[in-house]
């Protein structure tokens, strides 16, 4: 149900948007991801409309990553600038009632890398 796009390989210090398709207006969307030997990472949230759209993000990547809903094209997009070796791994998105609660559906995952 959930798909995500945009994943890649870039420098350090570059940007990267990706995007998660799907019936996103439903539900709370959050963007995790998992680096390798590492436990998975909750990255930021947004809440459906119901909630006031209201996000959360984990402190490494404040100021720095913003999710945003674009309800012209369905989707939930995560723009991450000034990226960092550190914001590598496999990126989910997920889906639930909303960011306080646990996610419910989850896609499959994009891969960013970020080398010299």
């Known amino acids: 149900q959930f798909v995500e796009s945009g994943g890649g390989s870039v420098q350090p210090g570059e940007s990267l948007t990706l995007r998660c398709s799907g019936p996103?207006?439903?539900?709370?969307i959050a963007w995790f991801r998992q680096a390798p030997g590492k436990n998975r990472e909750r990255v930021a949230c947004?809440?459906?409309?119901?909630?006031?759209?209201?996000?959360d993000y984990r402190d490494s990547v404040k100021g720095r990553f913003t999710i945003a809903r674009d309800s012209a094209k369905q989707t939930v997009n995560l723009e991450m600038t000034d990226l960092r070796p550190e914001d590598a791994g496999v990126y989910y998105c997920?889906?639930?009632?909303?960011?306080?609660?646990?996610?419910?559906?989850w896609g499959k995952g994009t891969l960013v890398t970020v080398s010299d």
């Open positions: 996103v207006d439903w539900y709370g």
């Open positions: 997920a889906a639930g009632p909303y960011c306080e609660y646990n996610m419910s559906f």
């Open positions: 947004i809440n459906p409309h119901i909630k006031d759209f209201t996000t």
